[in-house]
């Protein structure tokens, strides 16, 4: 396990997937209640988020040791406020107002009513070359302890503006760089292999000069494992490619529930059917 | 003006250690000295301009005060809506610095033609947006910029543009009276004021009339209370500006001028709503359009016959 877990201690595993559980059934809740939200993409990444916040961040002591977190897919926001309110950041009474009007969580983050959000997010391909600006700027001022990850989604990878954030990442050798992409297969109206052709984003960012690997992205082991080799390679910033599903059988693989949100039978149907984390 | 803004930039750069210099592959043997005694304050993004904004705003966040550059309409209309969220959004101090805007680089085309830049940056809300005419104007202003904290543009021109004087200082927010005089009133910004000048001269010298002339080097916000007094002073306005006739100091002035309710009568002085195709010389262009020196002369001329 990585330096900063030291700060931030893990969770055995089995809590994590725990509190995975917890985190997608109240996001299914959250979004029957209000109506909105982008479900399916706040579903598939609930054990990334989860492993990232309680085992692999340091998100205490002063501001020059905290590592930084960029939610770059912003209507992802839901299961991000969720795991916010579990690791204690927000109050866990403002998950009822998601959405609403005049609400600290808009369906997509703003961080003048979030201030623990770095970044504004809702338009896709700007969270990466943020990030390389704050590690380029941390470096300046030789503050090299902080890392920052940036969590994408892949129809957000369809923006050209991912890949010249890309080649700077590469160019600037920011090894503390970890982008990690939910890797759903599925945008907004379609599915990613079908719209974008070759899909392969671990190629993508090797040839991009960075390290990358792909994962089964629903498994904590994995992720956890993965993330304890990070920086992959000294020298080079790294990604993952995370292969996600939601874990609502009737909502996997159906561009449907990128925008949908659940009835009343419907959300009792996900709570009762909903599928532990991988193994 | 390039010259006037490297040097400035350098002596900020000395004063400041927050200013980092993040160019879009542009300035060729511009930046050689900042760059050597600045080695890690000067990148080169290479050219992509939407990495360069987002990577602006990422050093902005840590506390920084960025100064990005490229050619003005890569600098603005390429990456808007990266400007548009990562810097205006969370309002974020960055300074934009769009070199050759207007019809800076006429002969280069359509794709090099920035009459928009002063427009689109307008219109993202807490962006201030200055167009200096001449280099002290480029010197004054720079230092003010970088003590914002929210994000602004500054459009400049190209190397050996002529000095001029005025008695008046070179503050932020504030029209500057280059010259004082009666009964019409020439606005400027940017690269007008010198072109502006020369009319004034001919108009002293062949027809002894002395119309007032003020530079608007900030276009954004407009310096309303000085516009205002003056449009009441006078019988009419003239606006001469090298920039689409909408979202430039033309329609900042007609806004205000119709919220105050003042008819003082106003003509606009510039390129139209138009491609400019062919490949004109900027000298050709202006007068194409009716808005060089010449041009200014005959507007003055006809505005003092009409009082």
Redesign the interface.
Known sequence: MSMACTANPSLPVGKLEELAREIRGECLTLAHQSGEGHLSSSLCQIELLTALYFAFMNLSGTQEQRDRFILSKGHGCLSWYVALAKHGDIPAEWLSSYAREGSPLPNHPCKHSLPVSITSAGSLGQGLGIATGILYGLRLKRELEPRCVVLMGDGECNEGSVWESAMFAAAQKLDNLLAIVDNNGIQAVGKSDEIMGHTDLSEKFRAFGWDAVTIDGNSIPQILETLTRFPFTKGKPSAIIARTRTMVPFMDGKVLWHYRVPSAEELETALQDLQPSLP | MRRAFVDALYSLAEQDPRV?FLTGDMGFEMFEAFSQKYP??Y?N??I?E??M????????????R?VIYSIASFATGRPY??IK??LG??SLPVVIIGAGGGYCYSASGPTHHAADDIALMALIPGMTVVAPGDPGEVTALLPQLLQLDSPSYMRIGKFGEPKYSADEAILLGKARCLAAGEGVAILTTGEMAPIALSALSTLRNEHQKSPALFQFHTVKPIDAERLIALAKSVSQLIVVEESAPSGGLYAAVIAQMAQHGIRTPIVRLGPPDEWVLGNPQRNNLRTRYGFDSHAIVRQVLEAYRNI
Request: proline share 7%; charged share 10%.
């Open positions: 980092v890690g304050r990148v993004v290479g992509a939407a990495q904004v987002c990577a602006a705003a990422g050093l902005a966040l840590e506390g920084f960025p809506e990266l969220i990562s959004y969370p």
